[in-house]
């Protein structure tokens, strides 16, 4: 038994021996594969350490490539835009008595103009009898971009001359570029500024004489019956009473006629649709023994309730209409709401001349006026050097020392340059008043003048300094509630903007570049605030925001936006608190403290609305608004606020400020709760700045980029301020920008073409009717900055909105050009559609141009 005990536990030995072995190996082969395997993944992250290296590069080049296609977008927009203006002074050329405008040529290296003249001749029948031309140039050449934008002026020496060129062209009217040996069947235009109706009436009105009869107009395509036009009259008829009613009646319109019946030509048609009420006023006629004498015919049409005098006339070459006329103008002018002169005068009035002068006699109206130009000067400087200005000097109050001076300055001005009465004022147009010319003189005198400032103001400004005391009759303010929403009948629906002393304003604006130059000097003012700096502006916030939360996004995170609006922000500002930061973070002197200090305490305001006003009341804080320091104080006043935030970044546009924070990965409870934090902050630092935040206007989004993985904003932890929730939402509107979750800019796009067809319709309202010159300046004037506005951020927007873009665009330049839906358009450059958003926006609006210009 012993035996076999010694045998079991010798094998049961070995077996433990053999187990142990393979178990040694074993644990040194996973530790060979575990070095292995570690070498591996420090293979692979250094591998992907490089590539994301070589991205982050990829991405920094990529935004350098993106700026520099900015800036060359701008340099693009400029010189189209001088392309454009080459165009408005081809366009504004069209007038000139003794010039003709060619447009269409296109331009050639080393081309013959001459050539292209003798060319012109050849087709319209006058080259045996050329006439004398002392001038053909190009106004505007090809522009570097290839577009086609070219003017050939012709001048010629006589008009006459350039009348009988101009009317062989409209009789042929079918000049093409083949004609002047350019391989193009395109066509060349010859002074077209007038509308296709116009132009085919007129066209029509200078055969009557070779035909004899008013019936062509009906019969030559029916320009009258088929156009738009509700009235037509027509001068030089040369009817008869041989041409009967019915052989000129055209379908549809009425008629008035006035024949010369003792010898050929003249006479006078008018015709008018059938439902415009019309009838004859009073007709001037020519007896045998003045034939050719003026010829006039008077009618009133009624639209509505207002009733309008219309008076043809056709006056003779080297006659006087101007007795005739005012007898009978005079005695009606008074009876109708409007009075339309219209007709053949025979009279240059680009020329100073006797005829020009007594025809411009019946538009005249008699005004008191100040004659600014003509008064004694010297009257002036012997008044103001009589003065005894050493009670001025010896003076010491400011208020006292403005009063004096503007009594004397009254004086001298009311005596120098006393009230005149004249009977001949000019009044050009119904908006061209008197009040709007004695504002534009004013306007054009101080700003000849502004460098001459007298030493006495100069004295007065710099006592005021001096003696740190503002006048109190430059702090009365007259305020006039502006709108700034819908219903005016809520006072939180008005803006109070002050109307302040043109001479309050000069010093504020002295005031003002001295500390804007301490402020920018010392750099004092937070970077983040771009509110009312140089070279900075609500474009400048707007892409700071924006560049930061799209690279929160492009690094796969998300970001809170908050959005927060202060409740009368101008008008809570503590005087007591504004000064001292202006003394402790600022800098400001004892004398510059209380300088401003006495230009904010006893202001006095009173409110006009029509014509009632309030009783003067006292301002016991804030800063005005209308003032020229008061933006600058405020920025002083809130600059400090950035300091108080430990999680968010911040963006401020004066009273505007934009809070956002963002982090890598799904972290929105804690991102809400970085910015709740920092939202008690800013209420306690409101507070003690007397500052009160809206919760009910502030707005916060959940930026998210494109990604569609993100919760939505129900389930997103609540923000709060002051116990007040604040509201998510998917868009916003700020700095008149409108920025949604998604850093896409369709609503900016849609919110835009908004105001662009709000500005169309008033423009077709009040200026369909007006030349083409007039209506290009209009659309850049007050359609065009829509288009600009916001350029820098249209970053992939939807086709829907550039679709509507597109759509807008359209409508602008058939405004322009007065072309109907269905007209064709061209663009002189690549195709808008494959190039970015702001170069699409720029260079469609631009150089988008009529396939047949009505230049």
């Known amino acids: 038994m012993d035996g076999a005990d010694d045998g079991v536990s010798a094998k049961l030995d070995a077996a433990v021996k053999m187990f142990m072995e393979q178990f040694t190996e074993t644990k040194t082969m996973i530790h060979e594969m575990r070095t292995d395997l570690n070498k591996k993944i420090e293979t692979i992250k250094t591998d992907l350490e490089g590539k994301l290296e070589a991205v982050s590069k990829d991405i920094t080049s990529l935004r350098s490539d993106c700026a520099t296609k900015f800036l060359q977008t701008d340099a693009n927009v400029d010189a189209l835009s001088d392309r454009l203006d080459g165009v408005s002074h081809a366009i504004d050329s069209l007038e000139r008595c003794d010039d003709l405008i060619v447009s269409g040529v296109p331009f050639v290296e080393g081309e013959d103009l001459p050539a292209y003249f003798t060319a012109m001749l050849k087709h319209v029948g006058l080259d045996g009898s050329v006439p004398p031309s002392v001038d053909i140039r190009r106004l505007y050449s090809r522009s570097p971009n290839g577009s086609d934008g070219s003017f050939i002026k012709i001048q010629f020496a006589l008009r006459n001359a350039r009348d009988d060129f101009y009317y062989a062209y409209l009789g042929k009217h079918d000049l093409k570029l083949c004609h002047l040996g350019i391989d193009s069947t395109r066509r060349v235009y010859v002074n077209e500024s007038l509308t296709d109706a116009a132009r085919k009436i007129r066209a029509a009105a200078i055969r009557l004489k070779k035909d004899g009869k008013l019936s062509s107009v009906y019969t030559k395509r029916g320009v009258v019956h088929d156009s738009k036009v509700t009235i037509a009259c027509f001068t030089e008829s040369w009817l008869t009473i041989k041409n009967t009613d019915r052989s000129i009646a055209i379908p549809g319109f009425a008629f008035l006629r006035c024949d010369r019946k003792y010898c050929r030509g003249g006479g006078i048609v008018i015709y008018y649709k059938e439902h415009v009420g019309c009838k004859e006023v009073f007709r001037i006629e020519p007896t045998e023994q003045s034939a050719d004498k003026t010829e006039c015919l008077a009618c009133e049409l009624r639209f509505g309730s207002e009733k309008v005098l219309l008076v043809a006339v056709y006056n003779p070459p080297g006659n006087d209409c101007t007795d005739i006329l005012a007898e009978k103008l005079d005695a009606l002018i008074g009876s109708f709401e409007y009075v339309i002169l219209i ?410 073409c908004g105001k662009i067809y709000a500005g169309l319709r008033t423009l077709y309202s009040s200026a369909r009717a007006a030349p083409v010159a007039t209506r290009l300046k209009l659309f850049k004037a007050l359609l065009l900055p829509h288009f600009l506005f916001g350029d820098l951020l249209y970053v992939k927007p939807s086709a829907g909105a550039m679709d509507r873009l597109r759509v807008a665009l359209n409508s602008c330049v058939r405004f322009v050009y007065g072309l109907n839906r269905y007209a064709r358009r061209i663009s002189s450059g690549t195709d808008l559609s494959t190039s970015s958003a702001a170069r699409y926006t720029q260079d469609y609006v631009l150089s988008t141009v009529p396939r047949e210009p009505r230049l």
């Open 343 to 752: 007709g053949d005068f025979n009279t240059d009035l680009r020329k100073p001349s006797n005829e020009r002068a007594r025809l411009e006699s019946l538009m005249m109206r008699s005004n008191t006026y100040r004659d600014y130009v003509h008064f004694n000067a010297n009257d002036v400087e012997n008044e103001i050097n009589s003065v005894d200005w050493s009670e001025f000097y010896n003076l010491h109050n400011p208020n006292a020392m403005l009063d004096f001076f503007n009594s004397h300055v009254k004086r001298i001005h009311d005596q120098c340059i006393p009230l005149r009465t004249c009977s001949n004022r000019k009044k050009l147009n119904p908006w061209y008043n008197n009040e709007i010319k004695r504002s534009m003189l004013e306007r054009d005198m101080a700003y000849d003048d502004w460098r001459k400032a007298p030493p006495e103001l100069t004295y007065l400004f710099n006592k005021v300094i001096e003696t740190s005391i503002f006048p109190s009759f430059w702090k009365q303010a007259k305020v006039l509630p502006l709108r700034k929403k819908p219903h005016i009948n809520t006072i939180q629906n008005l803006r109070p903007i002050s109307i302040l002393c043109s001479l309050s304003k000069a010093l504020e604006k002295l005031l003002e570049k001295q500390m804007s130059c301490h402020l920018s000097e010392n750099n004092l003012l937070s970077p983040v605030q771009a509110g009312f700096r140089k070279g900075q502006g609500i474009q400048t916030a707007a892409v700071r925001v924006y560049d930061e939360l799209a690279a929160i996004v492009d690094g796969r995170g998300s970001a809170v936006l908050l959005l927060l609006d202060f409740s009368k922000a101008f008008d809570t500002i503590p005087h007591g608190k504004l000064c001292a930061k202006l003394e402790t973070q600022f800098y400001f002197s004892g004398p510059a403290v209380n300088l401003v200090a006495s230009y904010l305490d006893g202001r006095t305001q009173t409110v006009f609305c029509d014509d009632q006003c309030s009783d003067s009341g006292e301002v016991s804080s804030g800063v005005a608004q209308g003032s020229v320091i008061g933006p600058l104080l405020f920025c002083c006043h809130a600059n400090d606020l950035p300091t108080v935030l430990k999680h968010c970044s911040t963006q401020m546009y004066a009273d505007d400020v934009q809070l956002f924070v963002g982090r890598n990965g799904p972290c929105a409870r804690e991102l809400v709760r970085m910015v709740n934090e920092d939202l008690a902050s800013i209420h306690e630092w409101c507070e003690r700045n007397k500052l009160v935040v809206n919760q009910a206007k502030s707005k916060a989004l959940f930026v998210k980029g494109g990604r569609r993985n993100v919760a939505p904003n129900s389930s997103l932890p609540s923000l709060q301020l002051d116990g007040e929730l604040i509201v998510w939402t998917e868009s916003a509107s700020n700095l008149g920008f409108v920025l949604q979750a998604d850093l896409q800019w369709d609503g900016l796009i849609h919110q835009q």
